[in-house]
């Protein structure tokens, strides 16, 4: 598989707080990498990182072969990264399509009939066809995460960031936005930070883990959820002391 995003030796610490520490990994299209970490392990921070809104102290961050770093974050937006954030923050006056056809605009950077298609195809697969007239403000949360969903893709990305996008959701509601991410999956490269186990298990291909900005651990899910690294930093049970 082509590699769709590579990072290399990332770095980013504000003073003493480092929240990445030499990060390196890569992603493909039609992966999905979860990401896991305690709170202030790094996770958004790598988001922003990606994304443009912080830049890096060093390290490189390629997307289809190119170098983003120095790029601002606008222009990467165009090159084809989107990120649905943990709290959906939609126009909540405008109506769902608005709020679509305002991603595939002012994120993609399409125009007329091309915006309204891109638009039209995300609503449908995020399954917000029946929804596209009312105002984005009354919709329940999950509709309101499909509506994070349909804004990354409305934008044509390569790669999609998703910030816990199933955090807040009953158990059936889950089930149906891992149902959607898996779908999407076959189209983009996929980023997924959540704290939710069974969802990531159910859909990345990989996990990794994060501490205090260092990446501990890069493993198939299960064997991440397993293991001792994980065990520790979640529940403080010292790695050699596991059966
Ligand atoms: N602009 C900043 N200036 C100083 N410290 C920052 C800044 N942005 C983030 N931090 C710190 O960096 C650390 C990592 O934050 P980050 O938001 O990436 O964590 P996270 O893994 O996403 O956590 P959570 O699970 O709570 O969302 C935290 O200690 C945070 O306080
Ligand atoms: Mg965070």
Not at 167 to 184: K, N, Y
């Amino acid at each position: 598989m082509t590699r769709v995003l590579e990072v290399k030796g990332l770095r980013k610490a504000y003073g003493e707080i480092v929240v990445a520490d030499e990060i390196t990994f890569d992603l493909a299209c039609g992966e999905c990498l979860g990401v896991i970490g305690p709170n202030g392990a790094g996770k958004s921070s790598l988001f922003n990182l990606l994304t443009g809104v912080v830049a890096p102290d060093r390290g490189s961050i390629r997307l289809d072969g190119r170098e983003l770093v120095g790029v601002p974050a606008h222009r990467r937006a165009r090159l084809g990264i989107a990120r649905a954030f943990q709290i959906p923050q939609p126009f909540a006056h405008l109506s769902v399509r608005e709020n679509v056809l305002a991603a595939a605009t002012f994120g993609a950077g399409l125009h007329g009939e091309a915006a309204e298609a891109a638009s039209r195809e995300a609503l449908q697969r995020t399954g917000l066809a029946a929804h596209v007239a009312k105002p984005a403000g009354t919709l329940t949360l999950l509709d309101r995460k499909r509506l994070e969903l349909a804004k990354g893709i409305a934008s044509a990305p390569k790669l999609l960031l998703l910030d816990e996008v199933a955090g807040g959701l009953t158990e059936p509601e889950v089930q149906q936005i891992v149902a959607l991410v898996r779908e999407l999956k076959r189209s983009y490269a996929v980023i997924w930070i959540e704290h939710i186990a069974h969802a990531l298990k159910a859909v990345a291909d990989r996990v990794m883990v994060l501490h205090f900005g260092r990446k501990l651990l890069e493993d198939a899910p299960q064997a991440v959820l397993d293991s001792a690294v994980v065990r520790e930093i979640y529940m403080g049970i010292p790695a050699d002391a596991a059966a």
